[in-house]
Nanobody, 124 residues
Framework: QVQLVESGGGTVQAGGSLRLSCAAS????????MQWYRQVPGKQRELVAS???????NYADSVKGRFTISRDNAKNTVYLQMNSLKPEDTSVYYC??????????????????WGQGTQVTVSS
């Protein structure tokens, strides 16, 4: 069974930094794109950053120059380094990944998996 487990959330003052991690585990044959999303109650989930398995990255305009997404393919882990945090970055952050598995007796399949979410709070 595949799982994504996030860590690294917390409370920080404006201008501070946090680093989120998300590790995938289970019977994984490969991982394509990995992403970080965030969601505030009552609002739509927002794509923050994404990274392909070759390392190409993309960012939301609101975090460009402040956040950096990276991944360690050997560890099946994606990171989000968040610098110069602002109160408006306060949210629950979720990781997501396109994970390839090969269930017994079947061919390779790709499915989207999500982490449980981690709270990031930035105080002013």
């Amino acid at each position: 069974q595949v799982q994504l487990v996030e860590s690294g959330g917390g409370t920080v003052q404006a201008g501070g930094s946090l680093r989120l991690s998300c590790a995938a585990s289970g019977s994984i044959s490969g991982i394509d794109d990995m992403q970080w999303y965030r969601q505030v109650p009552g609002k739509q989930r927002e794509l923050v950053a994404s990274i392909t398995n070759s390392g190409r990255t993309n960012y939301a305009d609101s975090v460009k120059g402040r956040f950096t997404i990276s991944r360690d393919n050997a560890k099946n882990t994606v990171y989000l380094q968040m610098n110069s945090l602002k109160p408006e970055d306060t949210s629950v952050y979720y990781c997501a990944a396109e994970i390839i598995t090969r269930p017994y007796g079947r061919g390779y399949i790709q499915e989207d998996y999500w982490g449980q979410g981690t709270q990031v709070t930035v105080s002013s």
